[in-house]
């Protein structure tokens, strides 16, 4: 079992930065990547960002793009979400989600494993 460790959530004021952590110990070569994904209350689960753990296939939602950064440390088998320049309508619970599909389809479907979720609250 995949197991995924989330952190770095909190409250912060618009236009402030957080970095969420996700770390996978274990991680095993069947995981062929990770995705970030956030759902506000009552709204569906939304793709935000990916990345694989070979090679340089990432992906950035458009509604983060140039915002939002994703990116790994295979040493540590962690993944990070840096998050600037935050807007009240980012307020969300992040998930990091493990796949096995070199797809890397943003969908949550595509997705075997899940952490937790992190709440991410940006006050004006």
């Known amino acids: 079992q995949v197991q995924l460790e989330e952190s770095g959530g909190g409250l912060v004021q618009a236009g402030g930065s957080l970095r969420l952590s996700c770390a996978v110990p274990?991680?095993?070569?069947?995981?062929?990547?990770m995705g970030w994904f956030r759902q506000a209350p009552g709204k569906e689960r939304e793709f935000v960002a990916s990345?694989?753990?070979?090679?340089?296939?990432?992906s950035v939602a458009d509604s983060v793009k140039g915002r939002f950064t994703i990116s790994r440390d295979n040493a540590k088998d962690t993944v990070y979400l840096q998050m600037n320049s935050l807007k009240r309508e980012d307020t969300a619970v992040y998930y990091c989600?493990?796949?096995?599909?070199?797809?890397?389809?943003?969908?949550?479907?595509?997705?075997?494993?899940w952490g937790q979720g992190t709440q991410v609250t940006v006050s004006s």
């Open positions: 990345i694989a753990w070979r090679g340089d296939q990432n």
């Open positions: 989600a493990a796949t096995r599909s070199a797809l890397m389809m943003p969908v949550p479907t595509m997705y075997t494993y």
């Open positions: 274990g991680r095993t070569y069947s995981i062929y990547g």
